[in-house]
């Protein structure tokens, strides 16, 4: 069973960048990030597979950027030009299949999520 730890959350004022880390415990194939405010579903923000393929939102496009070190087992979520509609708890997923996945129910592993907060 692979753990997933998220950090890096925290609270900044609009305009402003954050950098979100995911350690997995163990070793993992595609990742993504996913987003839940209050009130709100939970969101796919990106995906990144074992390769390095990326997909974004639309939403948080050319502001979002996910990365992964395969060797350290862990990725990244920049968050630059950061909105208060950003404001959410942030969950990392994984799964153990190369291919990258929109449905929630589909990620084998989650994280406790970390909360992110935009002041405006």
């Known amino acids: 069973q692979v753990q997933l730890v998220e950090s890096g959350g925290g609270l900044v004022q609009a305009g402003g960048s954050l950098r979100l880390s995911c350690a997995a415990s163990g070793s993992i194939n595609s990742m993504g990030w996913y987003r839940q405010g209050s009130g709100k579903q939970r969101e796919l923000v990106a995906t990144?597979?074992?390769?390095?393929?990326?997909n974004y939102a639309d939403s948080v496009k050319g502001r979002f950027t996910i990365s992964r070190d395969n060797a350290k087992n862990t990725g990244y979520l920049q968050m630059n030009s950061l909105k208060p509609e950003d404001t959410a708890v942030y969950y990392c997923?994984?799964?153990?299949?190369?291919?990258?996945?929109?449905?929630?129910?589909?990620?084998?592993?989650w994280g406790q999520g970390t909360q992110v907060t935009v002041s405006s």
């Open positions: 997923a994984a799964r153990n299949q190369q291919l990258v996945t929109t449905v929630p129910g589909r990620w084998d592993y």
């Open positions: 990144i597979t074992r390769s390095g393929i990326t």
